[in-house]
T-cell receptor, first 113, second 117 residues
């Protein structure tokens, strides 16, 4: 089965609020994690990544947090906008896992205006 | 700098026909990956290729499916004798040359949506 899963399949937030999307992974050997955004009818779009030697990484309005102790990954979106509405996937990769990138099931984010 | 290109964007086939999906990676990228996605589901890895080599095909069905990435031209995912269960979105991704292979950031194309009648 998949080694990456998500706690919440859907998330609804008010425009301007912060969003937090969570992800759990089971392979303790995973050393590279990526968040993708997928809008309807489009391919996944890279948002941000983090390697296992870090526990936090920030981008523009997005922050990824990695907690290796509990094998948990989260994506925080600040000041969520209607354009952020999409499905968000976490993905993981490890050298021991070969070259496959394992995707989680996804969380659908709804932003209410 | 063009992104990953896939064509066709939509493909309709009848059961038993062949489907050929094409992927042109980003300029300078030599690693190509194919994924399959069913509605409301995540992406499932199928195959990872470098130029003229299949590196990992563990996610690809043993029968009817094949992939190639020739020295010249796009990568091709070929599905022979399609069945209704093959209906899905097929995404291609590419990444730059690296010693870490699949641990590099992958950039996705817009996908090909295959419908088998």
């Amino acid at each position: 089965g998949e080694s990456v899963g998500l706690h919440l399949p859907t998330l609804s937030v008010q425009e301007g609020d912060n969003s937090i999307i969570n992800c759990a992974y089971s392979n303790s050997a995973s050393d590279y994690f990526i968040w993708y955004k997928q809008e309807s009818g489009k391919g996944p779009q890279f948002i941000i990544d983090i390697r296992s030697n870090m526990d936090k990484r920030q981008g523009q309005r997005v922050t990824v947090l990695l907690n290796k102790t509990v094998k948990h990954l989260s994506l925080q979106i600040a000041a969520t906008q209607p354009g952020d509405s999409a499905v968000y996937f976490c993905a993981e990769n490890s050298q021991t896992g070969g070259f496959k990138t394992i995707f989680g099931a996804g969380t659908r984010l709804f932003v209410k205006a | 700098n063009a992104g990953v290109m896939q064509n066709p964007r939509h493909l309709v086939r009848r059961r038993g026909q062949e489907a050929r999906l094409r992927c042109s990676p980003m300029k300078g990228h030599s690693h190509v990956y194919w994924y399959r996605q069913l509605p409301e589901e995540g992406l499932k890895f199928m195959v990872y290729l470098q130029k003229e080599n299949i590196i990992d095909e563990s996610g690809m069905p043993k029968e009817r499916f094949s992939a190639e990435f020739p020295k010249e031209g796009p990568s091709i995912l070929r599905i022979q004798q399609v069945v209704r269960g093959d209906s899905a979105a097929y995404f291609c991704a590419s990444s730059p040359p690296s010693g870490r292979g699949g641990t590099d950031t992958q950039y996705f194309g817009p996908g090909t949506r295959l419908t088998v009648l």
